[in-house]
């Protein structure tokens, strides 16, 4: 599979398609059971709350793997991406009200770095903080 994107055609300042994603208990769970991650603080509210979060919060994996998405479902091949990294800011807390969470996932080509290599800066918020710092990707173009 090859990007859809040439690098020539890709400009600094182009946004890529805004994505949201639901995170309820039953997500996290299934994530901790695909993950091998059973911390409690990602399905018991009680323990949640005893070591000082507000509630049972998704992991930080999940959280970085979902705004992962927005890029490689924009460039159309998931090894098109060579580096990402972010940094955690904020957990995202998911309630037990039947409806959970809510991630709101942006992107823009902030940089062409040569090389067919280009720099994605992402910007992810849930219940309107933003959950991801410095979360950037390079992705190898067409």
């Known amino acids: 599979m090859a990007a859809k994107f040439a690098y020539e055609d890709v400009e ?3 946004e890529l398609p805004v994505r949201t994603f ?10 901790a059971g695909a993950s091998g991650d059973f911390n409690p603080i990602h399905w018991n509210e009680r323990f949640a709350r005893e070591v000082g979060l507000p509630d049972v919060i998704a992991h930080g994996m999940f959280t970085m793997a979902e705004a992962a998405r927005v890029v490689t479902d924009w460039v159309g091949d998931p090894g098109a991406v060579v580096e990402y990294g972010v940094r955690f800011t904020k957990p995202v ?12 996932v942006g ?5 062409r ?5 280009v720099r994605v800066d992402l910007t992810a918020v849930s219940a ?3 959950v991801l710092g410095m979360s950037r990707a390079v992705v190898r173009l067409a």
Request: charged content about 20%; overall charge neutral; proline content about 5%.
């Open 12 to 14: 600094v300042g182009t």
């Open 22 to 31: 639901p995170v309820t208990r039953a997500v996290l769970v299934r994530y």
């Open 93 to 104: 807390v998911v309630p037990d009200d039947g409806e959970g969470a809510v991630i709101e």
């Open 107 to 111: 992107g823009k080509v902030a940089a």
């Open 113 to 117: 770095l040569g090389g067919n290599l």
């Open 128 to 130: 309107g903080q933003k």
